[in-house]
């Protein structure tokens, strides 16, 4: 099964910007549709990006981070990038990776994925 490991958050303020990193432990990483969630303690994970399976153009993105956060991924590389900019306190969670097992229209529901990465902790100050 594909492993998947986050990295890259940290502390930034209001209005910088975030790389975040999913890399994969197979080649056929590209094969899947991958996810990127997050989660604030209390409340439930939360869609924020997908890249479609076999594209690094077909994305998809939460309304709340269109225009400021853009997913791709380097298959050579096998690694899923989420770019976090103009990023704002609300922004701040822990940010999961995730391989979809469902159709891709099923992006947006953490119900179809599965090999979730340990996550990566984000805060943002004001």
């Known amino acids: 099964q594909v492993q998947l490991v986050e990295s890259g958050g940290g502390l930034v303020q209001a209005g910088g910007s975030l790389r975040l990193s999913c890399a994969a432990s197979?080649?056929?990483?590209?094969?899947?549709?991958v996810g990127w969630f997050r989660q604030v303690p209390g409340k439930e994970r939360e869609f924020v990006a997908a890249?479609?399976?076999?594209?690094?153009?077909?994305?998809y993105y939460a309304d709340s981070v269109k225009g400021r956060f853009t997913i791709s991924r380097d298959n050579a590389a096998n690694t899923v990038y989420l770019q976090m900019d103009s990023l704002k306190p609300e922004d701040a969670a822990v940010y999961y990776c995730?391989?979809?097992?469902?159709?891709?229209?099923?992006?947006?529901?953490?119900?179809?994925?599965?090999?979730w990465g340990q996550g990566t902790q984000v805060t943002v100050s004001s």
């Open positions: 995730a391989v979809n097992s469902g159709p891709v229209s099923t992006y947006r529901n953490d119900f179809y994925y599965r090999n």
């Open positions: 197979e080649r056929t990483y590209g094969r899947y549709t």
């Open positions: 890249v479609k399976r076999d594209s690094n153009s077909v994305t």
